[in-house]
């Protein structure tokens, strides 16, 4: 009798498991479309609704206990034991419910079955929207899998190129964002997806919301048409429906919400209340002010709305503690706020665009805000979603235009029941007077309201849906007001698009385009040398340097303008604002409108604001909100809640920044780079590429060899006999060799040599926050 080592025993014991109880392979079992509601195949492991009951390793139920999970959520169960057979997969699911795991769980133990090292090259590529999405699923990965013998990685746009080009070559496991993988199939040496076992593809809607369509399909064309693919969505439209059917082969569709009353969870409280364009920044600052103890996402339509209201709420005392978060930020800055945001237990408001909407996990948040309506049904159900997520209660607010009313329809057709609110006006606090001296004292901040209120209109004007959004019925000159502007900034491009173009304007944008050149044109140069990066990244960089430099040269003007602006603040002073009021109690502020949600509050009851009588108790309505203990991101392997290791890293490189001392600079970095072990010499990753190839052939002829095999065991209908041993798992891929060693990572320390190495460390170091940890 052969001695069978542990993990070997375990495999075996799994793939029967697998066999027996999650039905048979693809291709054998479901021939036929799958269509929504289709009863799947019934089995133990199909049944169960916890891990434990999973045919899944013991090194897998480890890192998932060690990070607090142990019960399925109902995609979880639907999907994991569906995908663990190696079907592909189609799954949709309400946003919050889990479906990171759903994917991940199977992936990690695909690999782990078939016994995967860094030398059978590229085994698993997780494709996401965003790059906060895709760091986040990468950490998930790196806590579930603590235990495994993995190398994952995480890349994302708007690092070097050539940085992670060493290290991508040795990863197992990639978590990626569409162009940059593409980037990297396209370009680097040796990086390869011939071999691929499984693609995910998560957050499908969104993927096809940023326009990546066209991406996906060239990322396919890189991939063996006998991988597994599973795909998630909130929602399954036609484009995604399209996507499927170039990336699927007969999925299994597992759609867990389909019939639910509500596409939001039922833990969401949602509200909607109608709010003048000019009263829009007051109403808000009260909100936030009446909410300052709670953790709120507040959306806004664009980066430069964000700029403005963060730059200008942390001005007014009292008020709420404030954090943003957008597009033009670094990548590295981006991430740092990220991780702030989600260690705030509460008192915090976040100002972000839909660049958090989708996908992000952000632990225990109160309240969503909607201050811009979003542009369609979809987008409103990702913002939603970041509150309420799991089992954990949550609320949502949504200002709406008088104008903008009609959208209250579509959410009731599209099942989400939301109710109308008024602010009550007594609790209404007006800073308008209190932002023209702000933005008297500060040209940055007056620039950035310009800005705000010129992108604002310009959003609004390109929205597709003209049915809601109705550029004409903004009242600018007063919204102008409301941002403490003393008059309506001027905007070439808007009037031109209204046949309202300037001589004047048509220079400016004449001038602003050829400094915008000018500046891409110099990010170009210095991204020379072999390291292209996407256009979009360079003209985002561009615009914020443009940006930057405006503000610059802006605050060497002290023109008519500003010195009314300050004659206003002067006069604001004298009239006594009620800056030191008390901040009103949360559930004085909100009234409920006696009314369906249908109706909603007319134009002039949103701005008389009539008293009523009943007073809406949004605070008892919903539980504790604050989902301890169940979100991995940050417990430690015991239970207790630790800092992220980027968050630390981060933290660090800030303090250094600020007391640059060399001694202690080195052995930080010395540190970071024990942390962050590098192992990505040239010679290394030569001698890599050449194994992999072999090992690639190896499996190629494994797998046609096991192919025939199964297919003639499949033929027969022959059950396994119980002495020999059984045969692999149902699996797209075929088994490793019986004999081969078990290769582990080694991860050379190189010498730190001079002031030099360190600060090319450091580069390093920040280019891999956010990924690249083997
Ligand atoms: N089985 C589980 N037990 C406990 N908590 C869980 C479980 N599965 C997921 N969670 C938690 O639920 C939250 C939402 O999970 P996840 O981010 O995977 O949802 P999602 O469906 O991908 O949401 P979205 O559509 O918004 O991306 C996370 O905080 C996660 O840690």
Redesign the pocket.
């Known amino acids: 009798m052969t001695f069978l080592p542990a993990k070997e025993a375990e495999i075996r014991s799994l793939e029967a498991r697998i066999r027996a109880e999650c039905g048979s392979r693809i291709g054998a079992a479901s021939k036929g479309k799958a269509t929504p509601g289709q009863a799947p195949p019934t089995g133990p492991a199909l049944t169960g609704r916890l891990?434990r009951e999973l045919p899944i390793s013991e090194r897998t139920l480890r890192g998932l206990e060690a990070?607090?999970?142990?019960?399925?959520?109902e995609?979880?169960s639907g999907a994991i034991p569906l995908a663990l057979s190696g079907r592909d997969i189609l799954g949709e699911?309400?946003?919050?419910?889990?479906?990171?795991?759903?994917f991940l769980v199977p992936v990690i133990e695909c690999l782990y079955r078939q016994n995967w090292s860094k030398m059978d090259g590229l085994g698993a590529v997780i494709v996401s929207p965003t790059r906060e999405?895709a760091y986040?699923i990468f950490q998930?990965l790196t806590n579930v899998g603590q235990e495994h013998e993995i190398s994952a990685g995480c890349i994302v746009g708007g690092r070097s190129l050539a940085e992670e080009q060493h290290a991508v070559a040795s990863m197992s496991v990639l978590v990626a964002t569409p162009g940059r993988l593409l980037q990297h199939l396209d370009e680097s040496p040796g990086f390869d997806a011939s071999a691929l076992l499984a693609l995910v593809i998560?957050?499908a809607d969104r993927i096809l919301d940023f326009g990546f369509q066209e991406t996906m399909h060239n990322i396919l064309q890189h991939m063996p048409t006998n991988r597994q693919t599973l795909l998630?969505s909130?929602t399954l439209h036609s484009s995604v429906h399209r996507l499927g059917r170039a990336a699927l082969r007969s999925p299994e569709v597992v759609s867990v919400h389909h019939n639910a009353k509500s596409r939001t969870p039922e833990t969401l409280k949602q509200i909607f209340m109608v709010v003048p364009l000019e009263k829009k920044v007051d109403t808000l600052f009260s909100f936030l002010r009446s909410h300052s103890q709670k953790k709120t996402i507040v959306f806004v339509s664009t980066c430069k709305q964000v700029r403005f209201f963060y730059e200008a709420f942390r001005k007014l005392k009292p008020g709420p503690a404030v954090m943003e978060l957008h597009g033009r930020q670094s990548l590295t800055k981006r991430m740092m706020i990220f991780q702030q945001f989600t260690e705030r237990e509460r008192a915090v408001a976040l100002f972000c665009t839909d660049i958090a909407a989708?996908?992000?996990?952000f632990?225990a948040v109160d309240w969503v805000v909607q201050a811009d309506c979003p542009d369609t049904v979809d987008s409103y159900i990702?913002r939603v979603?970041?509150t309420a997520?799991?089992?954990s209660a949550g609320k949502s607010a949504l200002f709406l235009l008088p104008s903008e009313k009609p959208f209250v329809d579509k959410l009731l057709q599209a099942r989400v029941s939301v109710r109308a609110i008024n602010a009550k006006q007594s609790k209404l606090v007006s800073i308008q007077q209190k932002l023209a001296s702000v933005l008297a004292e500060s040209s940055d901040i007056r620039h950035l309201a310009q800005r705000a209120f010129a992108s604002y209109i310009r959003s609004v004007r390109l929205m597709k849906d003209k049915e809601i959004f109705d550029v004409q019925a903004l009242s600018k000159t007063a919204f102008a007001e409301s941002l403490g502007l003393a008059d309506m900034p001027e905007m070439g491009a808007e009037w031109e698009a209204q046949g309202e173009d300037t001589e004047h304007n048509k220079l400016k944008k004449r001038k602003n385009q050829s400094a915008l050149q000018r500046l891409k044109d110099k990010i170009r140069e210095k991204k020379q040398a072999g390291k292209p990066e996407p256009k979009q990244v360079e003209e985002e960089e561009a615009e914020e340097e443009l940006e930057l430099s405006q503000q610059d040269s802006s605050k060497r003007k002290v023109g008519k303008w500003e010195r009314r602006q300050r004659r206003i603040a002067a006069a604001s002073k004298a009239a006594q604002q009620p800056a030191k009021q008390e901040a009103p109690a949360e559930e004085e502020f909100l009234q409920l409108v006696e009314q369906d949600g249908r109706d909603g509050p007319t134009e002039s009851q949103a701005e008389v604001l009539p008293p009523s009588k009943k007073r809406i108790k949004l605070r008892k309505d919903g539980s504790a909100v604050h989902?301890s203990g169940?979100?991995?991101?940050f417990t430690g392997k015991h239970g207790t809640r630790v800092s992220s290791e980027l968050a630390q890293l981060a933290d660090e490189l800030q303090e250094r920044s600020a007391v640059p001392d060399e001694g202690d600079r080195a052995s930080f970095l010395k540190r970071v780079q024990q942390e962050l072990a590098t192992r990505d010499s040239s010679d290394a990753a030569l001698s890599r590429s050449r194994l992999q190839k072999r090992h690639q052939t190896m499996r190629r002829k494994e797998r046609a060899a096991k192919g025939a095999q199964e297919d003639d065991a499949d033929d027969a209908g022959s059950s396994e006999s119980p002495q020999r041993p059984q045969s692999p798992p149902p699996s797209p891929v075929a088994e490793k060799a019986e004999t081969k060693p078990k290769k582990k990572a080694s991860l050379p320390v190189s010498k730190i040599a001079s002031l030099d190495d360190l600060q090319d460390l450091e580069k390093k170091a920040l280019s891999r926050l956010g990924g690249l940890f083997a």
């Open positions: 891990f990070s607090k999970f142990v019960k399925m959520t995609i979880q699911a309400r946003t919050g419910s889990g479906k990171t795991l759903a999405l986040q998930v998560d957050e998630f909130a989708r996908g992000v996990d632990p990702h979603g970041r997520r799991y089992e989902a169940q979100h991995t991101f």
